[in-house]
């Protein structure tokens, strides 16, 4: 069965620095890989997703994810955090042809100004 | 409205109480899931719809009863939960296509449910 690990519960990060949260996947096949973000009160929207073709993928509010099959990760990378970017992030993997999404525990994003 | 909405938002019920959620999706899609998610576990899959056919049942004890009635809407009936129970339960859809496609999943803002 697939699993997805996101081994951070928490980063803190200052505004301005840059960030990377970690994701590593078990599954046998290539899989399909998501990240979501989560905001206080709100439910999950899609930052980004790989299914094929270039491993760095562009997503939107300015992050970028890189899919490393030797290293089964799809780590999440911003350049430049904002304040406004303090939330959960979900890392998921879909089976082939299927609808079925496995999610990491989640990682909590602190900002300091 | 637009995307997936939920209601209601937040809802507290004891355990011998009835009490259902509900989920609209205005987005054309054909299949629809409901999720867990509690404070110490993963985001958990409970249910699967496809064209309004149950087709996962991630083992939910049977005190969550689904329904599909078209393909815009999905409930979660809840009867007789366990404070264990309380969550926020989220509502997603995606467009499911033949072969070895995968669209992404839309998610609702979720009920946050308090069972006492």
């Known amino acids: 069965a697939q699993s997805v690990t996101q081994p951070d519960i928490h980063i803190t990060v200052s505004e301005g620095a840059s960030l990377e949260l970690r994701c590593n996947y078990s599954y046998g096949a290539t899989p399909y890989l998501f990240w979501y973000v989560q905001s206080p009160g709100q439910g999950l929207q899609l930052l980004l997703k790989?299914?094929?073709?270039?491993?760095l993928v562009q997503g939107i509010k300015g992050f970028e994810a890189e899919f490393k099959r030797s290293q089964s990760s799809f780590n999440l990378r911003k350049p430049s955090v904002h304040w406004s970017d303090a939330a959960e992030y979900f890392c998921?993997?879909?089976?082939?042809?299927?609808?079925?999404?496995?999610f990491g525990g989640g990682t909590r994003l602190m900002v300091k100004p | 409205e637009t995307g997936v909405t939920q209601t209601p938002r937040h809802l507290v019920m004891g355990m011998t109480n009835k009490k259902s959620l509900k989920c609209e999706q205005h987005?054309?899609?054909?299949?629809m899931y409901w999720y867990k998610q509690s404070a110490k576990k993963p985001l958990e899959l409970m249910f699967v719809?496809?064209?309004?056919?149950?087709?996962e049942n991630n083992s939910v004890p049977s005190r969550f009863s689904p329904e599909c009635p078209n393909s815009s809407h999905l409930f979660l009936h809840l009867h007789t939960l366990q404070p264990e129970d309380s969550a926020l339960y989220l509502c997603a859809s995606s467009q499911v296509l033949g072969g070895a496609s995968y669209n992404e999943q839309f998610f609702g803002p979720g009920t946050r449910l308090t069972v006492l």
């Open positions: 790989y299914f094929s073709g270039d491993t």
């Open positions: 719809y496809n064209f309004k056919e149950q087709t």
């Open positions: 998921a993997v879909a089976e082939d042809a299927g609808n079925m999404l496995t």
């Open positions: 987005l054309g899609h054909n299949a």
